[in-house]
């Protein structure tokens, strides 16, 4: 299945519809009866300061200033140890020195761990870039008896996942059969039964047969997942994909396969993305 | 993308409900996660799964839990050390000469440097702080539409769009147009006129013939109107609520197109337009096949 054409969107908004100088929730005094929320004072606009002059970039390449904070803190933090030991002598250290010199590190030490705090709030960009592992190979194998409404769906799921998200490697397990997409470690010219064979393993030796709950690893999955996932991979969500079964009074959904993406990136998968990929799997479940 | 909490779910359990998901609305967030996070029963037994359990980040709950709190704390830690360390010179009678002759005026300007730097990355955290904007709830009624011509598999397929869109985005009304007709109206719609609680049917011809429709197809690309109140062709879209804060226009190949109207100005994030991108697709694939065949 090919359905999936060159993509390209433009929001045609003017550009200052997306940076309003005022407040564009401002309602004239036309009165009537609705659900509408009050809109808030104008409080938020004064608190809004143009603090983004703040900004800036060294303009190196491959250099986040996000991580600036970090690197500063490393070097004058040295730069303290330093003067500490060979700025002066140690019996004429006096206690204010001493205060300063801690409370020196302690700065160094909170300003190391600043860009680790900022990576969770709120309209944090991703500093990292997506890389691909050394030693995987670019693959798309789908068990060969499948009926061709799953097959597309799988397909179309396998495709939309890696594309709109920062994993690299899919696996797909419905009811037995196989969709593995991305960059896995498979050596050259795999047949497709070899590499079927090869995903089969992965998912029996991993148990995740009857997975019900949603797993999600942000970093360092590959150290406890090495037989399950490329290596490199730094982020792993397991995604079950469970039925409603209908003879169940209790309405407990059976697990009928799970979606499994990992990352090279840490933290890879936000909130949205999780809730984008839970769609999925419940789109797939339909097909079962 | 927005920056996320690190989700976790402890053991074999329910998912943890109790971290506030700054994205969705609380109804829709409870909504969604007893949908898609589906929850067992508790019984650790009944799963073979035997693995590694991810832990609980409780830092980086934390953070997105106080994310206000978070981003003044270096301006407050860097202030605090700035008067720290002029105080201590103060009360230990060293001249007020920041040179850098002493060991101590060193270690000062050191810690008065990384003081500086602090209070500048807790500037810059303030300046990237999204701008919250309040959710207009839409003024019309519940409709549910669908055009019962089409084979079971499309139907769900449509379904599923809207559960998703409305559980994720902030789309509050759906309507889906293919091949001159339509075969999804769904969510809030426009009340009408007779005031007997239906909701406005779409015109199916005027929509075709109006700009709205036509730039769509001719660009043969996504539109977003993160400001509806702001765009002239509003009218052209009457079938929606009039308070609708935001549409997007996905073309469906060149046969269809969906109109999705949203509770929030500028609600729908990129990711959610990449999204939409590709369900389009999907769903012109669909409905090109079924619609032959019906």
Not at chain 1, 225 to 250: C, W
Request: hydrophobic share 40%; net charge neutral; proline share 5%.
């Amino acid at each position: 299945m090919n359905c999936l054409s060159s993509i390209c969107f433009k929001p045609c908004v003017p550009s200052k519809v997306l940076y309003p100088r005022t407040s564009s929730t401002k309602f004239t005094t036309m009165v009537r009866a609705s659900l509408q929320d009050p809109q808030p004072p104008n409080t938020s606009q004064q608190q809004q300061l143009n603090l983004s002059v703040l900004r800036f970039t060294l303009g190196i390449p491959g250099f986040d200033e996000s991580y600036l904070p970090r690197w500063i803190g490393y070097g004058f933090g040295s730069l303290l140890l330093l003067n500490h030991f060979l700025g002066s002598d140690s019996a004429t250290v006096t206690p204010a020195q001493l205060s300063t010199e801690v409370l020196g590190m302690s700065l160094a030490s909170f300003s190391i761990v600043l860009p680790y705090l900022g990576k969770f709030l709120k309209g944090a960009q991703p500093v990292d870039r997506t890389t691909l592992p050394d030693g995987t190979q670019q693959i798309f194998v789908m068990s060969t008896d499948i009926v061709d409404g799953l097959k597309e769906d799988l397909a179309w799921a396998s495709y939309i996942l890696l594309r709109n998200s920062n994993a690299i490697a899919a696996l797909i397990f419905i009811q037995g059969d196989i969709c593995a997409r991305g960059y896995w470690n498979t050596t050259d010219d795999s047949s497709t039964e070899i590499l079927l064979g090869f995903f089969k393993k992965k998912v029996e030796n991993a148990r995740l047969y009857d997975l019900k709950d949603t797993l999600y690893f942000p970093q360092d999955a590959d150290s406890d997942f090495q037989d399950l996932v490329p290596k490199g991979t730094s982020s792993l969500l397991v995604q079950p994909v469970l039925q409603a079964s209908i003879d169940n009074a209790t309405g407990l959904q059976k697990p009928v396969g799970f979606i499994l993406l990992s990352s090279t990136l840490r933290y890879a998968f936000s909130i949205k993305d999780r809730a984008w990929i839970a769609a999925v799997a419940n789109k797939l479940r339909a097909c079962v | 993308m927005e920056a996320g909490t690190a989700f976790r779910v402890v053991g074999v359990v329910t998912v943890n409900t109790h971290i506030p998901i700054p994205i969705f609305k609380k109804s829709k967030t409870t909504a969604f996660q007893s949908r898609f996070f589906t929850c067992s029963s508790p019984s650790p037994s009944s799963t073979s799964y035997r693995g590694p359990k991810p832990k609980r980040d409780f830092l980086a709950d934390w953070v997105s839990q106080n994310d206000d709190v978070v981003r003044t704390l270096p301006i407050y830690v860097g202030s605090a050390s700035l008067f720290a360390v002029l105080f201590n010179r103060a009360i230990s009678g060293i001249a007020p000469v920041a040179d850098a002759g002493s060991s101590q005026s060193r270690a000062d300007l050191l810690t008065l440097g990384l003081a500086v730097t602090n209070i500048l990355a807790g500037l810059v955290w303030l300046s990237i702080r999204p701008k919250s904007i309040a959710v207009v709830n839409p003024q019309g009624v519940q409709c549910r539409r669908l055009c019962t011509a089409l084979p079971h598999v499309a139907l769900t397929e449509l379904l599923w769009v809207w559960e998703s869109l409305s559980d994720i985005t902030c789309c509050r009304s759906l309507v889906i147009v293919y091949e001159s007709s339509c075969v999804l109206q769904i969510g809030f719609a426009a009340e009408s006129s007779s005031g007997d609680g239906e909701a406005v049917s779409v015109d199916i011809n005027k929509l075709i013939q109006g700009s709205v429709y036509q730039g769509v197809m001719k660009s043969g690309a996504q539109s977003y109107l993160a400001n509806l109140s702001l765009y002239p062709g509003k009218s052209e879209l009457s079938f929606l609520p009039s308070n609708t804060q935001a549409v997007i226009l996905q073309p469906l190949g060149d046969k269809g197109i969906a109109i999705i109207g949203g509770d929030t100005i500028r609600g729908f994030t990129t990711s959610d337009q990449a999204w939409i991108t590709f369900i389009g697709d999907k769903l012109d694939s669909t409905l090109a096949k079924h619609c032959n065949k019906s």
